[in-house]
């Protein structure tokens, strides 16, 4: 084969060629230089356009992203359990009959606490023995007043009175000195017939103030009708005779009645009195002081018929006292019957209590969040509520969007009832939900509220 090298000019002939090909295509117009420049800068505005677009698409993401509201944190909560309160024991008299009425506590203790609260044995009727000096002083007190700070009339003693001294002594009751001629005001005669318990006195002052022992047995049954005491019957005024007798309902009502007189109140209350020629006297109601004990007056015919009605001004709490009125019939001895009104009144006292509910920080719920930022409801104060024995306790728990999630803010309340007393506490937050960061936003597009 024969090999044919091109010459310089023939090279270069094929490069002008190859030159005139590209600017004039076979089967094309040559193109105008100005009409490529055209074409050229149009492409450029074109591929600008879309670039302005993508970048303008992805900036209006960045920017709502950023913006988008968030929802609020979510609360899991649990309302805490009602502390249940234990039930009150109250210590009944065991020995012979008895009952009590509680007036100041109807909320606590039911509508009947002022009438026969509690009681123990049968209401049957029994000797009453000096009890019934309180009736001798009520009925005598109606027919002869006296007001609070009144002495009252004289009275003088003679022969006849005098010869009580001895009668009674020989009866062996409780009796107080009275010689002949001696005198006294009507209230040192009746603090003297009730303090110290001379029946002595009891008939003295009974026949005063009525002229006759007669007078005042009529005038005592009188006033045991017209006061409703139909249970009960007195045939003397000391108490000596065992026929003088009454219920335990009676024995109640009677209570108030002398309670509620101010000047028997005040006799009665006194654990001593000082009459000029006796001297300084003990009241026989030696539990006077003891629970709140105001009064009233001790009985007994001997052995197991130790009897005590009584009057109890008791602080368990409440903005008043209790008013306690108490009767205990057929007592071994005095002071069995002393240690069981004591222990009675004391359970009662104790039945009554403030129950704690919840403490500051105690924890009833946590705020949460998509972005991992949370925050805990606590109770903000302490809470407590005054109630009785095992009254059922509810408790209540609303909650409310706070202004802001941030420590502090007051989140709700609970609320707790137990009878007629209620106690509350706000729900407050416990540190603060922290805003998510800028990228969670940017790569949570589904967790983000709509845009506006």
């Known amino acids: 084969m024969t090999t044919h090298h091109q010459t310089p000019d023939e090279l270069s002939e094929f490069a002008e060629l190859l030159r005139h090909e590209e600017e004039f295509p076979v089967g094309r117009e040559p193109v105008d230089p100005e009409r490529r420049r055209r074409r050229r800068r149009r492409g450029l505005l074109i591929t600008a356009i879309v670039l302005a677009v993508i970048l303008a698409a992805s900036g209006g993401y960045v920017g709502w992203a950023l913006s988008a509201p968030l929802s609020a944190p979510v609360l899991s909560s649990q309302t805490p359990a009602a502390p249940i309160p234990f039930a009150a024991t109250i210590a009944v008299p065991i020995e012979g009959i008895s009952a009590v009425s509680v007036a100041g506590a109807d909320e606590y203790l039911g509508a009947d606490a002022s009438g026969v609260w509690m009681s123990s044995g049968t209401d049957e009727t029994r ?26 009339p004289t009275i003088t003693f003679d022969k ?7 009668e009674y002594y020989v009866l062996g009751a409780t009796i107080a000195a009275m010689p002949t001629g001696s005198s006294m005001s009507q209230y040192d005669a009746l603090a003297t017939m009730l303090v110290p ?20 047995l009529s005038a005592a049954r009188a006033w045991l009708n017209a ?65 709140g004990v105001t009064g009233l007056k001790t009985g007994n ?73 949370s925050a805990r409801l606590v109770v903000s104060d302490h809470a407590s509520v005054f109630t009785w024995s095992d009254t059922p306790i509810t408790v209540t728990m609303d909650t409310t969007a706070p202004a802001a999630y941030e420590d502090g ?44």
């Open 127 to 152: 000797a009453i023995a000096s009890i019934s000096k309180l009736i001798t002083a009520l009925v005598v007190l109606d027919a002869r007043p006296l007001a609070p700070g009144e002495p009252g």
């Open 160 to 166: 006849a009175d005098h010869d009580l001294y001895d």
């Open 197 to 216: 318990s001379a029946s002595n006195y009891a008939e003295a002052v009974a026949s005063w103030a009525f002229g006759s022992q007669g007078a005042f």
């Open 227 to 291: 006061h409703g005491l139909t249970s009960t019957t007195i045939v003397e005024p000391t108490g000596i005779s065992a026929r003088n007798t009454s219920t335990l309902g009676d024995l109640l009502a009677l209570g108030k009645l002398a309670a509620a007189h101010p000047v028997l109140a005040q006799i009665l209350g006194s654990p001593s009195v000082s009459v000029p020629g006796l001297g300084v006297m003990s009241n026989t109601n030696t539990l006077l002081g003891t629970e």
């Open 301 to 373: 015919l001997g052995e197991g018929t130790y009897s005590l009605l009584y009057t109890s001004s008791l602080d368990v709490g409440l903005a008043e006292p209790l008013s306690v009125t108490g009767v205990v019939l057929g007592g071994s001895t005095r002071q069995s019957v002393n240690v069981s009104v004591a222990a009675l009144l004391s359970s009662i006292r104790q039945g009554f209590r403030t129950v704690p509910l919840a403490e500051p920080g105690q924890v009833v719920g946590t705020y949460s969040t998509p972005w991992g930022s």
């Open 409 to 452: 803010q007051v989140a709700g309340t609970l609320t707790w009832s137990a009878g007629p007393d209620a106690a509350a506490s706000d729900l407050e937050i416990e540190g603060s939900i922290k805003p998510p960061t800028a990228w969670w936003r940017l790569t949570h597009p589904a967790e983000l509220g709509a845009p506006e």
